[in-house]
């Protein structure tokens, strides 16, 4: 069993940045790869962005590509969504999840991963 816990939401005015932090529990090794999702209200959850286990390939949704940077440190288990030039419609819960055994292939799809966390809101005011 996994526990992932995210950190970092809050209230921030557009234009401005946050970073949102993950960090994942409970498995020996870090060989997962690790995504973020959100959800705004009344609206299903959607991929943001995804990293290998290696840290090696990142992938984002074309909304936030440009503005979103995904990272993650081994060492301490944890990834990192740098979320810059944040826009009211960034405005979402957002999900950090785990990937162990589902297909790699399924990153961009809530399949591809195993593990959720409980999500931290993020809210961008005009």
């Known amino acids: 069993q996994v526990q992932v816990v995210e950190s970092g939401g809050g209230l921030v005015q557009a234009g401005k940045s946050l970073r949102l932090s993950c960090t994942a529990s409970?498995?020996?090794?870090?060989?997962?790869?690790m995504g973020w999702f959100r959800q705004a209200p009344g609206h299903a959850r959607e991929f943001v962005a995804h990293?290998?286990?290696?840290?090696?390939?990142?992938y984002y949704t074309d909304s936030v590509k440009g503005r979103f940077t995904i990272s993650r440190d081994g060492a301490k288990n944890t990834a990192y969504l740098q979320m810059n030039s944040l826009k009211p419609e960034d405005t979402a819960v957002y999900y950090c999840a785990v990937g162990v055994y589902a297909p790699a292939t399924e990153w961009g799809s809530t399949r591809g991963y195993d593990y959720w966390g409980q999500g931290t809101a993020v809210t961008v005011s005009s």
């Open positions: 409970g498995r020996s090794g870090n060989r997962y790869s």
């Open positions: 990293i290998t286990w290696s840290g090696s390939n990142t």
